[in-house]
């Protein structure tokens, strides 16, 4: 047995296994975040509107409920920085909300057929048309 094995699979290392799943994750986000986290799954769908609702739900309840709560102690500007850090953690945690919603609206609209989903069919073809009419170049007089 080597002293590089480990429970993340056989013959990969830690810091390979880390950097995978980095990358794995840097493209959910990307995709979660440009719209265009796309899956057919059923399950999928159901967890990415479970998530989506809840996580929504209950920031903009937070959110409401930061908001409406009076303070009854007079606040200094420490209690405003933890109080402005706390609303743009409750901010982007929403927006990540809004983010999974709006990618399932975005999927079942693919699945019915509402939206069309881009393809690269239209591209292929351009291109093709567009070699296929270049012209050669002309030799060269002076060549024989």
Known sequence: MSDFSNSNGPGLDPIQTSSTMASVQGVFLRRLFTF???TRNPFSLFVMLLFGVAVTGFMLFAI????STRAVVKLDWLDFLILGLFYLLLGIVL???LAL????LLNI???IGFIGQKSNIGREK???REKTNKKM???RKDFK
């Open 109 to 111: 609209g693919i699945i």
């Open 137 to 139: 170049p002309k030799r």
């Open 101 to 104: 919603i709006i990618n399932f």
């Open 36 to 38: 265009n986290l796309r």
């Open 95 to 97: 927006s990540v909300g």
């Open 126 to 128: 351009k291109r093709s």
């Open 64 to 67: 409401y409920a930061a908001i």
